[in-house]
């Protein structure tokens, strides 16, 4: 039971690799905040699991909401432990001269303002506790560009370094900031990234997504999971500022 009776908050978890997470820290016996701007798959992921858990319908683009999350959480349990920023927004196929501005502020308001607001509100109670932990989901993709993704690379380029600043800022409160890298993941956000019907987007998704992973398949949602458990528990507790590659060898 790695995280026995932690509060953790996983922005996120409605589906997927935050779904995923959810699942594996409950069995850890954390006490989880399944937060999602889908309220629905929020409470559908807190529903199934079997601590004293709870779904959180956020929109971590909205200061007020985010706030208001924060308040609850620690209304609720007096405490939060662990902080994981799994919310994202893909991007299909865009030459830039063709994004616009409202697409590129979308992209870089849910995958990096979002890291901001939860680290605002959630920090000033881990700092009073003299203990946290905070882990960004990033992509591979801020390390290891895409043509057309621009915004997409550029935003999660943005999380990596906001990852290792804040590290670097919190470490003298015991506070530890890590991230992840996940390479072309199984999940309902993989279509989104091409453009296409449906016949060509599953055809396209497994030439040149699964073609592009060295050890030959996409990466799992529990894969994820595996590594922000690991850098969620005690077992890292000396590690910080560190961007873990969950990519089955795409970023080589």
């Not at 820290?25 to 601590?51: C, I, M, P, Y």
């Not at 849910?110 to 890291?115: A, D, H, L």
């Amino acid at each position: 039971m790695l995280l026995q009776e932690k509060v953790a908050i996983i922005t996120g978890g409605g589906s997927g690799m935050g779904r995923a997470m959810a699942r594996l820290f409950d069995s850890q016996g954390a006490k989880v905040v399944v937060a999602d701007v889908n309220g629905a798959a929020a409470r559908q992921t807190a529903e199934a699991l079997t601590g004293d858990s709870v779904a959180a319908v956020t929109d971590v683009t909205a200061e007020a909401q985010v706030k208001e999350l924060t308040e609850q959480v620690i209304g609720r349990y007096g405490k939060v432990d662990i902080l994981v920023n799994n919310a994202g927004m893909p991007m299909s196929f865009t030459p830039i001269e063709e994004v616009s501005g409202e697409q590129w502020n979308r992209i870089m308001d849910v995958n990096v303002k979002s890291v901001y607001l939860t680290a605002k509100y959630v920090v000033p109670h881990m700092k009073r506790q003299g203990f946290g932990v905070i882990v960004n989901t990033a992509s591979i993709a801020g390390v290891r560009a895409r043509p057309g993704l621009n915004a997409y690379c550029a935003s999660k380029g943005a999380v990596i370094m906001l990852t290792k600043a804040l590290a670097i800022e919190l470490a003298p409160y015991k506070i530890r900031v890590n991230g992840i890298n996940p390479g072309p993941a199984d999940t309902p956000m993989l279509p989104r990234f091409m453009n296409g019907d449906q016949e060509q987007i599953e055809r396209e998704t497994k030439e040149i997504f699964l073609s592009s992973v060295p050890l030959g398949s996409l990466i799992q949602p529990e894969d994820v999971a595996q590594a922000a458990l690991y850098l969620c528990s005690d077992m890292a507790k000396l590690v910080t500022g560190e961007i873990l590659h969950v990519d089955g060898g795409r970023g080589i």
